[in-house]
């Protein structure tokens, strides 16, 4: 009786476990079905080159971006600067890039799901992305050859309508030395999405959000900049010689006096909580694909460094994609869209993806100072020259960050249109680029002077 008692123990024990693994199982089918079906083993799927062989990209405008043709072979866009300026978004035929949609997206593209799994493979499904390669075109056109990234996206419904990072390659027409010259140094890489870079002035947004709130009597105040000012032990400089100045002019002449002084008043406690709170040290997850988190250091370290670290340099590292949705933040009342590189799919049944909602940050900044900082960043556009962006309700901020004695600055421009048919947030970034004003604002300006008002 008792060996019989033991047997039924051992066999409800086994009962449990096969329905623990099942659990499991479906589980992990259910959240990652779409990779197993779409690794690159799966000869249904990928060509003899391995090559996905199935599936459509195609631009918000429905210009196709890559498709398969009859014999099963992969295409891109017949334009070979297109196929440059879209290739971080687009993906490469070897698969080195990850975050391009024939990478990250490949199960969608398969019209995999989990009723039916890849039923249809054979002819895939469309996918519409955000981006207009007209704006990427024109974007890696501006770049001229220098590394950097170039994005822009509605900060109301999170649609990324430009998106460029370089350098970039042609496809295609893989360079037989990109893995020894640096002229491709980075190329696989999705500089907007997976890098940090130090941000130089553009920070002294996060500082004056900080100032605005915390300084109450901030708006009285001056600041006198002689070229110079001693902070602890170390000796902050300027660009120039400010005079005078209120704290509008101070971020319009981008004072590193003043900004320093500003930083070192209000201590590391109250920098961290304001760069936390913008969302500069956290990841974006854009259709699955996570951002890099910015690093900073303001707690603990001397007080010449902290004002270093308040004008964007010492150990500030910032990601280009969160720093351009802060800029939506600012110019959407302290919330801004979550950005989303996928439009729409289409299956092999012409049936469209679910409507999805649009997705949103949490507070990054108060209404009320996202205000008053909107306000001085279109007072600090005023300087950068109207001409250059004609029916444009600019707000932006320029930055040069230093990056070492032997090497020239990074160029940043980053802001935002307030105008109603046009509410966009973008980031240029222009690595090694020099000024930020005149290398990045230029970048910016040819950018959005198409997207505002066309050829």
């Known amino acids: ?130 981006i207009d390669a007209r704006y990427n075109y024109e974007a890696y056109q501006a770049l001229n050859g220098r590394a950097g990234t170039v994005a822009v996206y509605n900060y109301k419904t999170g649609d990324i309508l430009c998106l460029v990072s370089a350098p970039s390659y042609d496809p295609l027409n893989v360079p037989a030395d990109i893995e020894t010259n640096d002229r491709y140094k980075g190329a696989y890489l999705n500089r ?81 909580k304001y760069t936390e709170r913008a969302g500069l040290t956290s990841s974006y997850s854009i259709d699955g694909l996570s951002t890099a988190k910015g690093t900073f250091s303001f707690e603990n370290i001397s007080d010449a460094d902290l004002g270093w670290a308040g004008i964007g340099q010492y150990h500030d590292m910032v990601n280009p994609c969160a720093l351009m949705v802060y800029m939506g933040a600012v110019a959407n009342g302290g919330k801004a869209a979550v950005p989303r590189i996928i439009d729409k799919t289409v299956n092999s049944l012409g049936l469209y993806n679910p409507v999805r909602m649009t997705e949103r940050t949490g507070k990054l900044i108060s209404e009320d100072t996202a205000e008053k900082l909107a306000d001085m960043m279109a007072d600090t556009a005023e300087s950068y020259g109207p001409q250059r962006f004609p029916n444009m309700d600019l707000c932006a901020k320029s930055g040069t960050a230093e990056v070492g004695a032997d090497q020239k600055p990074h160029a940043w421009f980053a802001g935002f249109l307030r105008n109603e048919d046009a509410p966009y947030a973008f980031v240029v970034l222009v690595e090694n680029g020099g000024s930020g004003s005149s290398v990045a604002g230029t970048v910016a300006g040819k950018v959005l002077d198409i997207m505002v008002n066309g050829y």
């Open 192 to 272: 907007f999405l997976s890098s940090t870079f130090t941000p130089g002035s553009v920070f002294k947004t996060v500082t004056l959000a900080a100032a605005i709130e915390t300084l109450p009597d901030l708006d009285s105040r001056t600041w006198t900049c002689e070229g110079s000012v001693r902070v602890g032990d170390d000796t902050i400089v300027c660009s120039g010689v400010h005079g005078e100045q209120d704290i509008g002019a101070a971020l319009t002449n981008s004072c590193n006096v003043a900004f320093a002084q500003i930083a070192e008043e209000l201590g590391g406690s109250t920098l961290k």
């Open 1 to 130: 009786m008792k060996k019989i008692e033991r047997r039924a123990v051992v066999c409800i024990l086994l009962a449990l476990l096969l329905a623990a693994g099942t659990l499991v199982f479906v589980v992990r089918w259910f959240v990652s079905g779409g990779s197993w079906v779409s690794a690159a083993f799966n000869r249904h799927l990928y060509n003899t080159s391995g090559q996905l062989a199935a599936g459509t990209v195609l631009d918000r405008d429905g210009d196709v971006l890559t498709t398969v043709d009859g014999s099963g072979k992969r295409t891109y866009y017949s334009n070979e600067t297109v196929r440059k300026a879209t290739l971080h978004v687009v993906g490469d035929l070897q698969g080195n890039i990850g975050t391009g949609a024939l990478n990250a997206f490949a199960d969608r593209l398969t019209g995999y799901g989990i009723v039916n799994g890849a039923f249809g493979a054979q002819r895939g499904s469309e996918m519409y992305l955000t």
